[in-house]
């Protein structure tokens, strides 16, 4: 008897990735599994600190011992460690929002004590981390220049000795010009949208989108943060993995529920 076909319910959908490198190879290969056809157009970049010297010493003071945990909460943080040589001693445990966080500090060789079972949000990790830490403890907070300092300002509420350190600045990235015609004519069926920095990049660099565009958020927060910028979401991650997107994707495609030009695609 022959194996049946694998399922491509993305089959004639051409959907914008607005990162490269390793994670935008990774999920246009996630994207061709299910039938799609990926357009990788990087939207954001990441570019050092305005600051490098207290990143150095805080990563020193990091190497020695000085904090009892260590929060990371994202991807682009995990590859700043990783090219400094960061070393995270035994005796500080470590804390990643979401599971694409925990999976880049796993990929280079770092370790991951805490990752919230329910909440993957700064919020989420703080509720976790106050429940198990009742008594102060020193912590390392690294973000990004325009991210909101929630979680260390939790931890400062509960008692918490906490630094806070910014460990890059997020830039955006122009987009070639046939891509925006692309996304401006209708050509591009769905642009995943995995963060508010590049929400940003696509209100600014595309302007008001065909109504037959589908946007997928991941998650809950990113969501917010394009609606805040006019940017309509038809689809939310209930997790902040590029999976748990996708296939949010799949479900509202195969519910018939996705704009219409998108539905459009898979008669093409």
């Known amino acids: ?32 599994a299910r039938g799609a056809t990926p357009v990788v157009a990087p939207m954001i970049n990441f570019a050092p600190t305005e600051d490098p010297e207290r990143l150095t010493t805080a990563l020193a003071a990091l190497a020695d011992g000085a ?14 460690m990783h090219s400094q040589g960061v070393r ?31 909440d993957n949000s700064a919020k989420g990790m703080l509720s976790e981390l106050t429940r198990l830490e009742p ?39 122009p987009v070639a010009e046939e891509v925006i015609a692309d996304v401006r004519s209708g050509r591009i069926n769905g642009i995943l949208v995995t963060s508010g920095s590049v929400a940003q990049q696509v209100v600014e660099q595309f302007g008001e989108l065909p109504e037959s565009t589908l946007v997928a958020a ?22 902040q993995t590029v999976a748990a997107l996708l296939d949010t994707m799949v479900a509202l495609v195969e519910a018939g529920e996705a704009p219409s030009a998108a539905d459009a695609a898979l008669d093409r």
């Open 88 to 118: 995270i001693p035994e005796r500080t445990r470590v804390a990643a929002v979401g599971e694409t966080t925990a999976a880049a500090l796993q990929a280079v060789g770092y370790r991951v004590d805490l990752v919230p079972a329910k």
């Open 218 to 239: 991941i998650g809950p927060r990113t969501a917010q943060d394009a609606a805040n910028l006019g940017l309509e979401i038809h689809v939310v991650s209930r997790h």
């Open 67 to 80: 904090f009892d945990w260590l929060t990371v909460t994202s991807a682009t943080t995990v590859d700043v």
């Open 135 to 173: 008594n102060p403890k020193r912590f390392l907070t690294l973000r990004s220049e325009i991210a909101k300092p929630l979680l260390t300002e939790g931890l400062v509420r509960a008692g918490h000795d906490v630094e806070s350190v910014v460990a890059y600045r997020t830039i955006g990235e």
């Open 1 to 32: 008897m022959s194996t049946p076909a694998p399922s491509k319910p993305l089959k004639g959908w051409r959907i914008l990735v607005p990162r490269g490198g390793p994670w935008g190879d990774s999920v246009a290969a996630d994207l061709r």
